[in-house]
């Protein structure tokens, strides 16, 4: 009897030594593991990259390109990446989603392309992408009413602005416009609110849905507050079914150079819910997206004034077609200005995906994680541009410097420039909003003689776009007679 324990009890010791074994040598051939505090949701990981958005980087230096997050029951609940093609794969790989989103967003902004995945989000896609052709976007008459205010603002308050919520307002004007149809100066057409007060109440919503989508749908559901959410989700789509209801109402205008994408979604939506959330989740994605990168250039060039006094050079020389499509889009200083901010300071420094199905990742795996990693179904992966742009091995051993000259000599492969996504999900909005950041920019350099930030440390924080912790203070300067620069009176 004493036997068959014994024997038993040594085959139950070998099992368990074989799973050992079996988890060390699987364990082994995973990424490194970043050691969180939570191990149920990683909350102290999700915060301090967000908030402390510099953490994105430094986490690469110590642990690699590719490290994981581990929870009780799984020991890579999450993979954090910024090797390039990993990076790539997690963006435009057909075996990574988004529909995580759902639960968390639909509430405010119904179901659309930034939630969906497979038919739904072609569908969504297909949709709203005539907005964005070229006819379409090749028109600067709303962002001419804008850069005169963002002009007069300045010059209102002397030169000294805080230029994230000067560019959050007045952009927020021209979205309405382009994606709404509705001139935000007109109050009294019946419209439920005016643009400020849908702003203020937009800003309330995006913060509740942001809490939901990191606790997740049904423990949102159970344990947050309803009332008040519902009430900012009401208003705001009382607000979207006006533009909606509106459009269409003077009559088709056949000569109309542009469409506003209101017009265009709402023959082809299913119902009115339908094309709201076509244009809600639109004007979230476009939502400080342009004036972002508009700061962050300002911000960038305030500490290079061979750059700016070249940029001035430029730009006085040049006649009116510089403030053109052609002009604008062709004009190589500019354009690597944009690219070379976008590089170093990407609006959305990185991006999240659920693996749909059990898939490989093209490195990470292995005992020196330079393999082909394994991902099981259920992963999450975040995909990191900001990573991406500035390894030294695509852009060499300045790559942390701001160099816009480089892109006069480089040109990046498909994983090597992220800063618009990849693959069929790119952004929809990239030639749009180059065309807009660089109007803008045009507009500035031309009435100012200089400027000095008043913020000059960069401190970022991504809890959405990726900005500057203390916001973009700037005292922008024309000169007096004498040629000495002066503050604006
Ligand atoms: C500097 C400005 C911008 C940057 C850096 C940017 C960046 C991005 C990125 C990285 C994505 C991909 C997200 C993902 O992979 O999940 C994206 C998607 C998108 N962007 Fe932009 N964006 C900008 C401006 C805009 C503007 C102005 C609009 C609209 C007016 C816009 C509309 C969209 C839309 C509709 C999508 C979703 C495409 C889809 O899922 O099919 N973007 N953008």
Redesign the pocket.
Known sequence: MQSIYLLVGTLLACHGLYLFIKRRIHVRNLPPKYWTIDPFMNFDWIFSTAMNANMQLTLFEKYGHTYRLSKLTNPMATIITCHPESAYTI?AGQDWG?EFRKPGMGQLLGSA??CTDGSEWKRS?KM?RPAFNRPNIDNFDVLEGVADKIIANIEAADGNVEMGSLMYDALMHSSMQ?ILGLDSTVENDGRPMDVQTFSKLWQEGLLGMGIRLLLGGSFSKTFLPKARYQDVCNRIHSFIDFAIDACGKEGSDSAKKTKTMAEIVKPQAEDRADARSQLAQ?LL??QD??GV?TCNVFHLLSSRPNVWAQLRKEVSSAGPELLTWEGLRLNTTIQNILLET?RLRP??PQ?GRFAIRDTVLPSGGGPNHDQPLLVPAGTFAISSSWGVHVSKEIYGPDADEWKPDRWNNFKPGSSEFL???AGR?????KD??LAE?AYLLVRLVKRFESFESRTPEWKPDATFSMKNKKGYQITFKVQDGSGQDKNIM
């Open positions: 963006l988004v392309f930034i896609r709203i382009f639109t994605a476009s997206t342009t990168l976008l609006v959305f991006t800063a618009f996504g999900r790119a952004c929809v909005g749009k909003a950041a």
